[in-house]
């Protein structure tokens, strides 16, 4: 299975992409985890970038198209991927097409989950981040007066440098003018599902799951 889930900051990309990855038995490929990662290890490049993550601009498609090729390229990803935060504009639509074919591969649908933006910022300003295992939670499904730990594996939860409330509207801003467009590429191709990111995360799972097993009837 090879699909790509998108939709805007906070829609449930990472909490759905897990689930599916996990049910399909193939990586969940995340970017934005990607280009953390290199911002935690200090890498020319995560030293690099780190304005542009924390401020909720696009890095280049050209180092991206480099990041996702290395990443694509190792053998857990040969039976598939969820693929999350990638594309994000039009170019890397395209680039992701080519980097496919050269594998002798192709995408098989992508998921586009829509919420709207005033219940975004909400979902974001409560998220917290396991930095250790990646899980990702709301302060709302946290035990009450617990110290803020994972509840997968016990380390200490963070919150993304990005999910300050200016920096969110700007991530949505960027998220219509730049990503929402790359969506045509795909409704032109007919691989484009869309479903409603408003329910609750198990609501829609049941119906991401759905539409991959209707559409391969
Ligand atoms: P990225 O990490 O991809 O962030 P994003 O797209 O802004 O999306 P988020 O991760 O914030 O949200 P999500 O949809 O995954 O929601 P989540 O499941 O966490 O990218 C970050 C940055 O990296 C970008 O701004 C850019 O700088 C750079 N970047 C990454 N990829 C790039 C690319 N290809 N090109 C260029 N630059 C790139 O859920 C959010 C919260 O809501 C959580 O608290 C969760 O518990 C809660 N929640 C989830 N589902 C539900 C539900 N159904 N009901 C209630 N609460 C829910
Ligand atoms: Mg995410």
């Not at 939709?7 to 969940?28: D, E, F």
């Not at 990607?34 to 890095?59: K, P």
């Not at 974001?124 to 302060?139: D, E, K, M």
Request: aromatic residues 4%; glycine residues 10%; positive net charge.
């Amino acid at each position: 299975m090879r699909v790509v889930v998108m939709g805007p900051p906070g829609a449930g990309k990472g909490t759905q992409s897990t689930r599916l990855a996990k049910a399909w038995g193939v990586p969940h490929v995340s970017t934005g985890d990607l280009l953390r990662q290199a911002v935690r290890q200090g890498t020319n490049f995560g030293r690099r970038i780190e304005h542009l993550l924390n401020s909720g601009c696009l890095i280049s498609d050209e180092s991206m198209a480099e990041i996702l090729k290395g990443r694509l390229g190792r053998t857990d990803c040969r039976r598939g991927f969820v693929l999350d935060g990638y594309p994000r504009t039009e170019r890397q639509a395209q680039d992701l097409d080519e980097m496919l074919a050269g594998m002798g591969a192709s995408l098989d649908w992508t998921l586009l989950i829509e919420v709207a933006a005033e219940v975004l910022v909400q979902r974001l300003s409560g998220r917290r981040l396991c930095p250790s295992c990646q899980t990702i939670v709301h302060v709302d499904q946290l035990p009450p007066g617990d110290a803020e730990r994972c509840q997968n594996c016990g380390t200490m939860l963070v919150t993304r440098a990005d999910d300050e409330e200016s920096t969110v509207r700007r991530r949505l801003a960027v998220y219509e003018e730049q990503t929402r467009p790359a969506l045509e590429h795909y409704r032109r191709q007919g691989k484009l599902k869309v479903t409603d990111g408003r329910s609750t995360p198990n609501q829609v799972y049941e119906r991401l799951v759905s539409i991959v097993q209707a559409a391969h009837r």
